[in-house]
């Protein structure tokens, strides 16, 4: 790998997350002749014990914390900034002008010797990518699971040769700014996201468009034609395509993942499968073996005869209407609401009010949005009477939403956390909002 990029360059690690520390680790494991420096917004006080051990052992580490952290951008030849870090701060415009700018993805798509295959989309990255990764793993080919999802991207390089597998899942953040892109490219779907961190929805979908916008013609891009944002980007691409949703394939064996979106996913893993030269059999036995991943659609428990099931990972309408048509008839309460990124929710109560759901549990700060569209579109259709069966209540803590899902909840029916919002506020992330939500159902029912 060829370094000489960074020879006798001040390079700022941007962000000591676990992203920046892995990337901090590199360079240093690699010993690359550049002169290092580190920022964060956080004081050294509040660093992990990793960073704070790293930063000890190398004082020749210059280190800028706190409000002021942005400052030694001034200084720096390159910043290899973290995903976390908001793009549209002043400093970190004028360094993007001046192409000071690069990330970990970026580097690691520069350097990597192996095949890489990009997943991204507004949903289902993270279980096409555990498929795609299952699939080939079962063909006995040297792959590796890394991104937004796995470990950190640059610990890998120096395993990585000719004949590796990269199954790289890829957030918007990641992809904002590349200038490359991987070998197989997977666009799963675009939905407003993330609107409290890019300009518009037109920003965050050119973010999206560079997961394939860079390749050639002998990659392959693998997209959606059911969504026109995916399907636009698409048009722009010189890759081989393929329409996942127009390609004939069908799985016909038994599998726990549930929801036609999901069996989607698991086709696209057969596509890949197929690119790759792997068997329909270890395909098939693959998918049947695939277990779901947590906090999407996972099973949660039977609470005093109450299905529930933790979808805490739904931070988008189109999620949670995907949730609600999974389960039809037997969905009686809904769990949504949380962080306001200024998302519609104009699909997710037209679902709700074509459902038969009984209760809804409403959290800030979108829940009363969430409440308040519901009414709007039923009084607009017609749907008083509809409206009037549906039971709601607001709440402030998991406890609460628990206590009142076993005591409302029609024994028998199923209840599913589904937010359509992220989770910050109440939360420390969705992974916490799920892990509250089978403990306080489990608290409930006992008593």
């Known amino acids: 790998m060829d370094w000489r990029h960074y020879r006798d360059k001040k390079i700022l690690i941007l962000g000591l997350g676990r992203e920046g520390l892995d990337t901090l680790g590199f360079f240093l494991k690699n010993k690359i002749k550049a002169r290092l420096a580190v920022a964060d917004r956080v004081e050294f006080s509040r660093l992990s014990r990793e960073a704070k051990e790293i930063l000890t052992a190398n004082p020749r580490i210059e280190q800028k914390f706190g409000d002021d952290y942005l400052s030694l951008l001034r200084s720096c030849d390159l910043a290899v900034k973290s995903p976390g870090i908001p793009i549209h701060l002043s400093e970190i415009e004028q360094a993007y002008a001046l192409k000071k700018i690069t990330s970990q993805t970026e580097i690691f798509f520069k350097q990597c010797p192996g095949k890489i295959i990009g997943i991204t989309g507004t949903k289902g990255k993270s279980t096409t990518s555990t498929i795609i990764y299952e699939i080939i793993k079962r063909a006995g080919k040297k792959v590796f699971l890394i991104g937004n999802i796995g470990t950190p991207m640059l610990s890998y390089l120096d395993l990585a040769d000719a004949e590796t597998f990269f199954v790289c899942e890829l957030s918007a953040h990641q992809l904002y700014s590349l200038e490359v892109s991987p070998w197989i490219a997977v666009l799963l779907n675009i939905y407003p996201e993330h609107l409290d961190y890019y300009y518009d929805y037109d920003e965050y979908i050119r ?241």
């Open 207 to 447: 973010a999206k468009a560079n997961i394939c916008l860079h390749q050639d013609r002998n990659d392959y891009l693998i997209y959606n034609s059911a969504n026109q944002e995916s399907a636009a980007v698409a048009m722009k691409a010189i890759s081989q395509k393929i329409a996942f949703d127009k390609y004939d394939w069908k799985f016909s064996g038994k599998t726990a993942l549930i929801g036609d979106f999901n069996l989607e996913n698991a086709k696209i893993g057969a596509i890949i499968g197929r690119l790759l030269g792997v068997s329909d059999g270890d395909i098939n036995e693959a998918i049947a073996g695939f277990k779901p991943l947590d906090n999407r659609l996972e099973f949660a428990g039977n609470f005093c005869g109450i299905d529930c099931y933790n979808d805490s990972l739904s931070t988008i309408q189109e999620s949670a209407v995907a949730a609600i048509e999974t389960f039809g008839g037997r969905l009686a309460t809904l769990v949504a609401g949380g962080f306001d990124r200024g998302q519609p929710f104009g699909k997710l109560a037209r679902a709700v009010l074509d459902s038969d759901i009984a209760l809804l549990i409403l959290f800030p700060e979108t829940g009363k949005r969430i409440w308040a569209e519901i009414k709007k579109i039923a009084q607009k259709s017609g749907l008083d009477q509809r409206l009037a069966k549906i039971d709601h209540y607001f709440v402030e803590t998991m406890d609460e939403a628990a206590k009142i899902i076993i005591v409302k909840t029609e024994k028998g029916k199923i209840c599913v956390l589904s937010a359509a919002s992220a989770s910050f506020g109440g939360f420390r992330d969705y992974a916490d909002r799920g892990e509250q939500f089978k403990t306080c159902l489990a608290a409930a029912a006992a008593k």
